[in-house]
Each structure stands twice: as C-alpha cells, then as structure tokens.
Nanobody
Framework: QVQLVESGGGLVQAGGSLRLSCAASGIIFSAHDMGWYRQAPGKQRELVAGITSGGTTNYADSVTGRFTISRDNAKNTAYLRMNSLEPEDTAVYFC??????????????WGQGTQVTVSS
C-alpha cells in the first residue's frame, strides 16, 4: 500500500523557517519525481517545488530563493526547507510522488497534507 506522510507543519511568525518532511512507503522511491504542492482556502492547489528522480529541481516564482526541495533516497524521504516565510505562504502543504514512463504517468500519489500557518 502506497503511503506518503507529511510532517513538520505548524505555526510560525513571518520571517521564520520550517522544514517539511514527506516519508514514502510502498513505492520505489528513487524512481519517482517528488513535489510539494499547497492549497490555501478558496484557492486551487499549486505546485510549490519539484525534484525529479534525477535530482533536477524547479520552484514556483513566489518561493524561488526562499524554499529548497531535496530528497534522500536512502530514507525514502523528500523535504521542503522554507525560509523567510510570509503570510501568503499559509496553506495546507501536500506531498506528491509521480512515476512516469514513456511519456505517461504510471503512478500518482498524494499525502494527507500538513498545515503551515504564517502569522504577520
């Protein structure tokens, strides 16, 4: 059974930092692209940061320079380090694992989400 479990969310003041973790099981972790998404009330879910199975990263413009995505294949865990947090970062953050082969998505899995609240 595939499971992605996020942790590390919480309440932080503007300018503070948090590190989110996503522990994966039931998948060949190293074969999956990993991503962090967030969804604020009344808004669509958006991609925050992604890291491919090969280690290539990408970031939303709003977080570039502040957030860092990483992965530890030995621990089957992806991370999102968030610095200089802003109230606009407040959202539920979701972990995603995606396995693609020959241009098609073969696996697409989501965690339950972890709340990040940034106070002004």
């Amino acid at each position: 059974q595939v499971q992605l479990v996020e942790s590390g969310g919480g309440l932080v003041q503007a300018g503070g930092s948090l590190r989110l973790s996503c522990a994966a099981s039931g998948i060949i972790f190293s074969a999956h692209d990993m991503g962090w998404y967030r969804q604020a009330p009344g808004k669509q879910r958006e991609l925050v940061a992604g890291i491919t199975s090969g280690g290539t990263t990408n970031y939303a413009d709003s977080v570039t320079g502040r957030f860092t995505i990483s992965r530890d294949n030995a621990k089957n865990t992806a991370y999102l380090r968030m610095n200089s947090l802003e109230p606009e970062d407040t959202a539920v953050y979701f972990c995603n694992a995606q396995w693609r082969s020959f241009g098609r998505t073969r696996g697409d899995y989501w965690g339950q989400g972890t709340q990040v609240t940034v106070s002004s």
